[in-house]
C-alpha cells in the first residue's frame, strides 16, 4: 500500500484510530531501541525507542539507513521519534533525522510539545504550560513521564495519518 492508498484507506479501516492503536500496542511494549511496525494495510513506521537515545545522531541515522536498505524502503515510509525527553543528545538527533529524513521523519516530542492539547481539544493546565515552554510533552498528554495516556495516543495518529496525506500531496 503506498501513501495515496493509505490516505484514503476508508476501504481498508485504515485511520488515526487505527495508527494510534497499532503504535499504542508497539509503544507500550517498550520497545528497546527501534521497531519498524509493517501490519498490513498500512506504510511501514519506523518506531525509534525511548532507549535509542544513547547511540549518537550519526549512529542513530545509519541504524534506520540500513532498515530502510534492508527493508527495501524508499519514499513509502515513516520514521517516528517518539522520546519524551529533553536533552542536548536527543535534540542533536532529531536535528539528523530531520537532515537525513526530511517529511518521512516526525519528532513526536516536538510536535507534541508545541501544539498537541491544541489538537486533543485540551486546556493547558500550569504543569503543561511549564512542559511546553522547555518543549517537553504536556502532562496532559501522557499517564507518567513517558507513557502516553489516551488523548496522547489520538493526537499521534492525527499527526501521523496528516503527515502521510501530506507527503503524498507533494509526491
Do not use: C, W
Not at 15 to 26: D, F, G, H, K, M
Not at 91 to 116: C, D, H, T, V, W
Amino acid at each position: 500500500m503506498n501513501l495515496k492508498q493509505f490516505a484514503n484507506a476508508e476501504a481498508v479501516g485504515v485511520n488515526q484510530q487505527y495508527i494510534a492503536n497499532l503504535l499504542r500496542e508497539t509503544i507500550e511494549q517498550e520497545p528497546p531501541e527501534i521497531v519498524v511496525l509493517e501490519k498490513q494495510g498500512s506504510v511501514p513506521l519506523i518506531v525509534v525507542g525511548q532507549n535509542a537515545g544513547n547511540d549518537s545522531s550519526q549512529e542513530m541515522v545509519e541504524k534506520i539507513e540500513l532498515i530502510l536498505k534492508e527493508k527495501k524502503l524508499h519514499d513509502n515510509y515513516l520514521v517516528l521519534g517518539i522520546s519524551t525527553a529533553v536533552t542536548k543528545a536527543q535534540l542533536q538527533n532529531e536535528i539528523s533525522m530531520e537532515a537525513s529524513f526530511g517529511e518521512n521523519y516526525i519528532s513526536l516530542r516536538k510536535l507534541l510539545s508545541i501544539s498537541g492539547l491544541k489538537l486533543a481539544g485540551m486546556n493547558p493546565s500550569y504543569d503543561d504550560i511549564a512542559a511546553k515552554g522547555v518543549g517537553r510533552i504536556p502532562p496532559s498528554l501522557l499517564t507518567n513521564k513517558t507513557h502516553f495516556n489516551e488523548k496522547g495516543y489520538e493526537v499521534i495518529g492525527k499527526l501521523v495519518y496528516e503527515r502521510m496525506q501530506k507527503l503524498e500531496s507533494i509526491e
